[in-house]
């Protein structure tokens, strides 16, 4: 009797202890997944589609009362329905025999035609209809068959055959072997596809064909894929359902330091004189390869490349002799970006970025790499090239950083002129802007906004920015109704003790400012990107506002070492990929300071990817601040990683800091609750990492989670993609929250 009252007493401490966390909580987080609220929000932006030269776009919006067609004209400043949606889903289902919702039309693109007549597809049928007269029909196609390998006069077809090239005169019929030197792993005209997957350990690669035809359809540059000395990974597939044994698949990709890597060498023939010119002197690892273009009067290519390591970056042109000019060179102690910024002009001249002075600008060079000037100058950062106005010698640019007192991440529209003068801000509010210029110059399409100001999608003119017409609104009355808090943007004092860094939280839309809630960091510092969100749109369908209904803070930084502020605030993570989130526990200590709701004793970190290293990293450096982690899909070991990221972030060739800033190297150091979790078929992200972690995890002694998808590569994909949402959060709620979880449960959104 006595053994019963124990158990008894057990089971009333273990249910007052974990208390069920409630259901109408996972309700309000599924609420907010992305399948939800695009039922729940309207006009979240405008993607214009231009017409007619750019005096007109249509674009597709997600209405209350369903999906709509637009037509936009930009001298008249009037937006109008493209057709008439029930007219349009009446001829449909009298001629297809199925039943077409007005409000749900089977197709997103169409094809114009003058104005008076679009095109488009469905069931693998093209369709016209009519706008004046409102009829539609079946389109007697006149596009041209798309040919592969067809040169631009439509004289000539290149092939492979036998891992060479041949052309066909598609006149005569006339074939002609180019190049005599391909066998399998000297392959020319192939390519390298990086998800190309090789069934068994010896099994044949996906076909890839490549070929560029000069202008003039008298050459063609393509390259000779070399993979005599390359290695591969290896992948097991344990989900098949008709099979009691895994399959082995392989894949060509190189770690940090491999120099058993797929090579490109690029290669120029002459049809006419039948004639090869392999440049061996620009032969590079696949992830470093050369990309030419074509010049218009077929007698040169121009391409960037850098050398590895990431360091050196050219701007040359090649001849057809095989000869080699440097157009210009770019070069950093630390790493080029590989992001680089280009136009060329009709002429030649050509406008390309450096971030030379520390800070990304644009540099005019007349066709012979002589430099004319610096375009763009100061201490803020240009994104983007919108668009060359040749005619009005105008230079449109996005950039941000350079309106005073503003967040430094809003990316705004400037124009500046050819001669480096008359820089004109074109989008005022203090937003961040995401543009679309019109072909012809003369008009933008302007959606603005922020994570706590709905997107307005406004028509503008590029000579003063004044608005022709404001498109559209969002409408979230539904989101207000419920409740729905804006996420708060706040900024903090980084790891250097003077630089001001920006973050973003989010509350439950209950909050109680009297009440302490759990923290949960979601991460994501890899250098080349700034992911907290900058715009209403990014931050709304996004995992925090979800895991914020549960009960939680959810807080996002950008630290020192990402992207986004300047080459001397990015470098910080040079060689130094471990200490990405040392200015997250500084951010959220000082958020805690300015507000009351903040419970620091609760503090969780979770990630994906890169972001998946740098929640398992945080686990083990700052023990004491992070308690419970979850790490999806991480690179654990860098050395251990495709190569390109590493080797631009980390450094080249390998040194004794891959080793230190490891997480299986470190394993040891495992003080809190960790899931780690990852897809067996990943390759993009090599489980191995993770099983290697996980087997020093346990030498060390150290209690975790580990869990693994059969069947999933990198992204996690519905419907496991849903089940792992539903996964992590539990994790936090039982071991953060300390809540018992709903077992074997999904809200609606997640089924």
């Given at each position: 009797m006595?053994?019963?009252?124990?158990?008894?007493?057990?089971?009333?401490?273990?249910?007052e202890?974990y208390?069920?966390?409630?259901k109408?909580?996972?309700?309000?987080?599924?609420?907010?997944l992305?399948n939800?609220?695009?039922?729940?929000?309207?006009?979240?932006?405008?993607?214009?589609?231009?017409?007619?030269?750019?005096?007109?776009?249509?674009?597709?919006?997600?209405?209350?009362?369903?999906?709509?067609?637009?037509?936009?004209?930009v001298q008249?400043?009037?937006?109008?329905?493209?057709?008439?949606?029930?007219?349009m889903?009446?001829?449909?289902s009298?001629?297809?025999?199925?039943?077409?919702?007005?409000?749900?039309?089977?197709?997103?693109?169409?094809?114009?035609?003058?104005?008076?007549?679009?095109g488009?597809?469905?069931?693998?049928?093209d369709?016209?209809?009519?706008?004046?007269?409102?009829?539609?029909?079946?389109?007697?196609?006149?596009?041209k068959?798309?040919?592969?390998?067809?040169?631009?006069?439509?004289?000539?077809?290149?092939y492979?055959?036998?891992?060479?090239v041949?052309?066909?005169?598609?006149?005569?019929?006339?074939?002609?072997?180019l190049s005599?030197?391909?066998?399998?792993?000297?392959?020319?005209?192939?390519?390298y596809?990086w998800?190309?997957?090789?069934?068994?350990?010896?099994?044949?690669?996906?076909?890839?064909?490549?070929?560029?035809w000069?202008?003039?359809?008298?050459?063609?540059?393509?390259?000779?894929?070399?993979l005599?000395l390359?290695?591969?990974?290896?992948?097991?597939?344990?989900?098949?359902?008709d099979?009691?044994r895994?399959?082995?698949?392989g894949?060509?990709?190189a770690?940090?330091?491999?120099s058993?890597?797929?090579?490109?060498?690029?290669?120029?023939?002459d049809?006419?004189?039948?004639?090869?010119?392999?440049?061996?002197?620009?032969?590079?690892?696949?992830?470093?390869?050369?990309?030419?273009?074509?010049?218009?009067?077929?007698?040169?290519?121009?391409?960037i490349?850098l050398e590895?390591?990431?360091?050196?970056?050219h701007f040359?042109?090649?001849?057809?002799?095989?000869?080699?000019?440097?157009?210009f060179?770019?070069?950093?102690?630390?790493?080029?970006?590989?992001?680089?910024?280009?136009?060329?002009?009709?002429?030649g001249d050509f406008?390309?970025?450096s971030?030379?002075?520390g800070?990304?600008?644009?540099?005019?060079?007349?066709s012979?790499?002589?430099?004319?000037?610096?375009?763009?100058?100061?201490?803020?950062?240009?994104?983007?090239?919108?668009?060359?106005?040749?005619?009005k010698q105008l230079?449109?640019?996005?950039?941000s950083?350079?309106?005073?007192?503003?967040?430094?991440y809003?990316?705004?529209?400037?124009?500046?002129?050819?001669?480096?003068?008359?820089?004109?801000?074109?989008?005022?509010e203090n937003?961040?802007?995401?543009?679309?210029?019109?072909p012809?110059f003369?008009?933008?399409?302007?959606?603005?906004?922020?994570?706590d100001?709905p997107t307005?999608?406004a028509?503008?003119?590029?000579?003063?920015?004044?608005?022709?017409?404001?498109v559209?609104r969002?409408?979230?009355?539904?989101?207000?109704?419920?409740?729905?808090?804006?996420p708060?943007?706040?900024?903090?004092?980084?790891?250097?003790g003077?630089?001001?860094?920006?973050g973003?939280?989010?509350?439950?839309?209950?909050?109680?400012?009297?009440?302490?809630?759990?923290?949960?960091?979601?991460?994501y510092?890899?250098?080349?990107?700034?992911?907290?969100?900058?715009?209403?749109?990014s931050?709304?369908?996004?995992?925090?506002?979800q895991?914020?209904?549960?009960g939680?803070?959810?807080?996002?930084?950008d630290?020192l070492?990402?992207?986004?502020?300047?080459?001397?605030f990015?470098?910080?993570?040079?060689?130094?990929?471990?200490?990405?989130?040392?200015?997250?526990?500084?951010?959220?200590?000082?958020?805690?300071?300015?507000?009351?709701?903040?419970?620091?004793?609760?503090?969780?970190?979770?990630?994906?990817?890169?972001?998946?290293?740098?929640?398992?990293?945080?686990?083990?450096?700052?023990?004491?601040?992070?308690?419970?982690?979850?790490?999806?899909?991480?690179?654990?070991?860098?050395?251990?990683?495709?190569?390109?990221?590493?080797?631009m972030?980390?450094g080249?060739?390998?040194?004794?800091?891959y080793h230190?800033?490891?997480?299986?190297?470190?394993?040891?150091?495992?003080?809190?609750?960790?899931l780690?979790?990852?897809?067996?078929?990943?390759?993009?992200?090599?489980?191995?990492?993770?099983?290697?972690?996980?087997?020093?995890?346990?030498k060390?002694?150290?209690?975790?989670?580990?869990?693994?998808?059969?069947?999933?590569?990198?992204?996690?994909?519905?419907?496991?993609?849903?089940?792992?949402?539903k996964k992590r959060w539990?994790?936090?709620?039982?071991?953060?929250?300390?809540?018992?979880?709903?077992?074997?449960?999904?809200?609606?959104?997640?089924?």
């Open positions: 006595k053994y019963l009252s124990a158990i008894l007493i057990c089971m009333f401490f273990v249910q202890t208390a069920q966390f409630p109408e909580k996972y309700e309000k987080a599924a609420y907010y992305t939800n609220l695009e039922k729940e929000v309207f006009h979240l932006e405008v993607k214009p589609n231009w017409v007619e030269k750019g005096s007109k776009f249509w674009h597709v919006a997600q209405t209350a009362e369903g999906k709509r067609f637009y037509l936009t004209d008249d400043a009037k937006t109008t329905p493209l057709f008439d949606h029930r007219r889903a009446d001829l449909l009298e001629q297809s025999g199925e039943d077409v919702d007005p409000a749900d039309l089977p197709f997103d693109r169409i094809r114009w035609h003058e104005g008076k007549k679009i488009f597809t469905w069931r693998n049928r369709w016209i209809y009519d706008l004046e007269e409102g009829n539609l029909s079946f389109e007697q196609s006149d596009r068959q798309n040919v592969q390998g067809l040169s631009p006069d439509g004289q000539w077809r290149a492979q055959k036998n891992h060479n041949y052309v066909e005169d598609l006149i005569t019929g006339e074939q002609r072997q005599f030197a391909g066998k399998q792993g000297f392959e020319y005209a192939s390519g596809g998800s190309d997957l090789i069934k068994g350990e010896n099994g044949p690669r996906p076909e890839r064909f490549f070929v560029s000069s202008p003039d359809s008298k050459k063609i540059f393509t390259h000779v894929v070399d005599r390359a290695e591969k990974m290896f992948l097991l597939d344990f989900s098949q359902e099979k009691f895994p399959d082995l698949y894949y060509y990709r770690s940090p330091g491999d058993t890597v797929v090579q490109l060498i690029p290669v120029i023939f049809v006419e004189e039948k004639s090869e010119q392999l440049l061996n002197s620009l032969k590079r690892p696949n992830f470093m390869s050369v990309n030419l273009r074509w010049q218009k009067d077929s007698q040169q290519l121009r391409g490349y590895r390591g990431f360091k050196k970056l040359l042109e090649v001849s057809l002799d095989g000869s080699l000019r440097d157009l060179t770019d070069e950093e102690e630390t790493f080029v970006n590989r992001d680089v910024l280009f136009h060329q002009f009709q002429n406008i390309i970025s971030e030379k002075s800070w990304n600008h644009l540099y005019h060079y007349n012979t790499g002589r430099l004319i000037r610096q375009l763009t100058n100061g201490e803020f950062v240009v994104n983007k090239i919108s668009g060359v106005d040749e005619k230079v449109f640019f996005e950039a950083g350079k309106e005073q007192g503003r967040n430094p809003y990316n705004h529209l400037y124009a500046v002129k050819l001669d480096g003068t008359g820089v004109k801000l074109l989008t005022p937003a961040f802007h995401e543009i679309d210029l019109a012809d003369k008009s933008f399409l302007d959606n603005y906004s922020r994570p100001a307005v999608s028509l503008r003119s590029t000579n003063d920015g004044d608005l022709i017409k404001e559209s969002a409408d979230v009355s539904n989101l207000l109704n419920r409740g729905y808090k804006f708060d943007s706040f900024s903090a004092t980084a790891k250097d003077k630089t001001e860094i920006y973003l939280y989010f509350v439950p839309s209950d909050i109680d400012p009297g009440k302490k809630y759990p923290v949960i960091d979601y991460t510092t890899g250098p080349h990107t700034a992911v907290t969100p900058k715009t209403f749109k931050a709304l369908f996004n995992h925090p506002q895991m914020a209904e549960l939680f803070v959810v807080v996002m930084v630290g070492g990402t992207a986004g502020r300047g080459k001397a990015q470098n910080h993570s040079y060689k130094n990929l471990g200490d990405g989130t040392s200015d997250h526990v500084l951010a959220i200590k000082q958020l805690a300071e300015n507000t009351t709701f903040i419970d620091l004793e609760k503090v969780g970190i979770y990630g994906h990817s890169a972001g998946g290293y740098d929640a398992a990293r945080a686990m083990l450096l700052h023990p004491d601040f992070y308690k419970v982690g979850v790490s999806s899909a991480a690179d654990h070991d860098h050395r251990m990683e495709k190569a390109w990221w590493p080797e972030f980390m080249y060739p390998v040194g004794d800091f230190d800033q490891s997480n299986v190297s470190n394993a040891a150091k495992l003080e809190g609750r960790l780690i979790a990852h897809g067996a078929m990943d390759e993009n992200v090599n489980p191995s990492a993770s099983y290697k972690f996980a087997e020093e995890l346990i060390a002694g150290k209690d975790f989670d580990f869990f693994i998808w059969p069947s999933r590569d990198h992204n996690f994909g519905r419907p496991y993609g849903d089940y792992f949402t539990d994790y936090f709620i039982e071991h953060l929250m300390g809540e018992q979880p709903l077992r074997n449960y999904l809200p609606e959104g997640l089924k």
